[in-house]
């Protein structure tokens, strides 16, 4: 059973445009929520986080939403840029677990 | 080193044979996670070592898989009788003491493990 729902395998969008991920949780008792980005043949980095008591985290062009009534999480990346182009992993923290729990992915593709 | 480095790089090997993946953390990075990527999926979590603590095994998927670490140093997954469905990019990250309040991990690039 999923606990980290990402429902969208890919999203495709215009250079210079907004890019919206989403992501769905099933456990209300997670306290991080993040954002990895990988790239073929190279391991997941980190992208930005939120603790489960803000509802709002920007770092320059990117910007992580929670929603914490709806179990939802989103990362707006404005303006895209043809390099934001990767998978894009949604990913839990928190209760009684020590890891860190991932979706499945999101292939992010920004067209020049 | 400067960051997570994992050997070898590509595994090529055959049905019923073993196989040790090899993960040298970030110097002085406490806890050390092993994760998989089979294809199309999404990060499955493994095992995770801690300092001297037991580490915590709950996502090992069988017991042909198994896992070492040396003090807070290098760590071994060792897969004994592979099968085609262990066919996966096999993942060690460190982080300086768990999952901070930013929830960083250093990822290694992965082992790419073909079972035949």
């Known amino acids: 059973d999923q606990q980290v729902k990402q429902n969208s395998p890919s999203l495709s969008v215009q250079e210079g445009r907004i890019s919206i991920l989403n992501c769905d949780y099933t456990?209300?008792?997670?306290?991080?929520f993040l954002w990895y980005k990988k790239y073929p043949a190279e391991g997941p980095t980190f992208l930005i986080s939120i603790s489960s008591i803000k509802d709002k985290n920007e770092d320059g062009r990117f910007t992580v939403f929670l929603n914490k009534s709806a179990k939802h999480l989103s990362l707006h990346i404005v303006p895209s840029q043809p390099g934001d182009s990767a998978v894009y992993f949604c990913a839990v923290y928190g209760g009684s677990q020590g890891n860190l729990i991932f979706g499945k992915g999101t292939k992010l593709s920004v067209k020049p | 080193g400067a960051g997570v480095s994992q050997s070898p790089s590509n595994k090529v090997t055959e049905k019923g044979k073993d196989v040790e993946l090899r993960c040298d953390p970030i110097?002085?990075?406490?806890?050390l996670y092993w994760y998989r990527q089979r294809l199309g999926q999404g990060l499955e979590f493994l095992i995770y070592f801690q300092g001297n603590s037991a580490p915590d095994k709950s996502g090992l998927p069988s017991d042909r898989f198994s896992a070492e670490r040396t003090g807070e140093s290098v760590s071994t997954l060792t897969i004994q009788r592979t099968q085609q469905e262990d066919s996966a990019v096999y993942l060690c990250?460190?982080?300086?003491?768990?999952?901070?309040?930013?929830?960083?991990?250093?990822f290694g690039e992965g082992s790419r493990l073909t079972v035949l």
């Open positions: 456990n209300s008792m997670f306290d991080y």
């Open positions: 990250a460190s982080s300086p003491q768990g999952v901070s309040n930013t929830g960083e991990l250093f």
């Open positions: 110097s002085g990075h406490t806890a």
